[in-house]
């Protein structure tokens, strides 16, 4: 198809100013502007964060977040509607995050902040605080973000298992095992970290028979999807201290409800959604589009091709 319209969606406006990502790709030959749902009729690809019914009538849409869990990818196909996502720019931000979330549970931060707010001089009991070295990271998922907190964590001293469908091996982590052997790959890990997609194959991966299998003393770790996890087999979990503690980016409803018991539970950190937040990411979004921009007007193949 011809591109000559390309939109920029207001649902961007969660993640970074959709003005910025237009003034970004000003020097495509293309028309790009800022648009609302009103407007998705006018043109002929759309970059959105959000889905609605109307993106259907586009050419091309371009996700802003890599996970596509919201987009009904069979009316796509039928529709003849191509569909890209941004996976490939979140390694290093959302491997950041981890690394934030590890050091808060090993050197008490989150504990001190808390009481910090409170003008409480608190310290840690004697034996709460450890150092990373010597503890292993089992992560689940090992594409762009599994592999970016497989990088940062192991620069830290951190021992990296990888679970993913196959145990075929990759460098980034020392051990492998297939998703099939997920309670093995768990059971010795001081730290499990959710980085996979959201699909009929993961939903509700995390249950209670998984927390079941992983150590007293481990703190879990969701930066994937909120529904990859049963939530409520979760709060058991904590409350029962059957694991240590848990930091989630990620939940079943988000914005985290006002009367979740996450909020207030000792041991859990809650962000918003944010792991992967970045001053850069308009940047980083606006080179996969231009790219794929070159390769329509070339007739190539798109990148990040998901339907
Ligand atoms: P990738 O596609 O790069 O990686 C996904 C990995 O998951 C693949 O390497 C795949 O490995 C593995 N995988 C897929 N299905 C299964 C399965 N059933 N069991 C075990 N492993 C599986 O995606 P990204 O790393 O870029 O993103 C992953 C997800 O993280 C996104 O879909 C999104 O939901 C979420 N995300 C959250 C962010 C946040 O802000 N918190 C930011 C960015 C992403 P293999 O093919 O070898 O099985």
């Known amino acids: 198809f011809e591109l000559e319209r390309l939109g920029v969606h207001r649902s961007v406006d969660a993640i970074f ?52 869990d919201r987009f009904p ?38 504990d001190q902040i808390a009481s910090a707010t409170e003008r409480r001089w ?5 034996d709460e605080a450890f150092t990373l070295p010597g503890t292993t990271a089992c992560i689940v ?8 907190v497989a990088d940062i964590v192991g620069a830290l001293g951190v021992e990296p298992v990888g679970v993913r469908r196959s145990d075929d091996t990759l460098p980034e982590f020392d051990r492998m095992y297939a998703v099939d052997d997920l ?6 890990a001081e730290f499990v970290i959710v980085t996979v997609p959201l699909t009929d194959a993961t939903r509700g991966l995390f249950d209670a028979a998984a927390f079941e299998a992983m150590r007293d003393d481990a703190y879990f ?3 994937a999807r909120g529904a990859v996890v049963d939530e409520p087999a979760l709060v058991e979990a904590l409350a029962a201290g059957d694991i240590a503690g848990a930091a989630l980016d990620v939940f079943e409803t988000e914005p985290l409800p006002e009367d979740s018991p996450l909020w207030t539970m000792d041991d859990v950190i809650v962000t918003p959604h944010a792991a992967a937040y ?9 080179d996969i589009v231009r790219d794929n921009v070159g390769r329509l007007e070339r007739g190539e193949a798109l990148s990040n091709q998901v339907v």
């Open 17 to 68: 100013p959709p003005a910025e990502l237009v003034g970004y790709l000003s020097d495509l030959p293309v028309d790009v502007s800022v648009v609302d749902e009103a407007g998705i009729a006018d043109c002929d690809a759309i970059v959105t964060r959000n889905y609605f019914e109307s993106v259907l009538d586009v050419e091309w849409i371009h996700s802003t977040q890599a996970g596509i």
């Open 141 to 148: 998922g090992t594409g762009t973000l599994g592999r970016g």
């Open 73 to 110: 990818l069979e009316a796509l196909a039928e529709e003849g509607v191509a569909l890209t996502n941004s996976t490939g720019i979140h390694g290093r931000t959302v491997g950041e995050t981890v690394a934030g979330y590890l050091l808060a549970f090993a050197r008490r931060l989150h």
């Open 278 to 286: 970045t001053r850069d990411y308009y940047r980083d979004v606006g």
């Open 122 to 126: 608190e310290r840690p009991e004697w």
């Open 183 to 188: 309670h093995e790959a768990i059971a010795d």
């Open 221 to 223: 770790v969701n930066v």
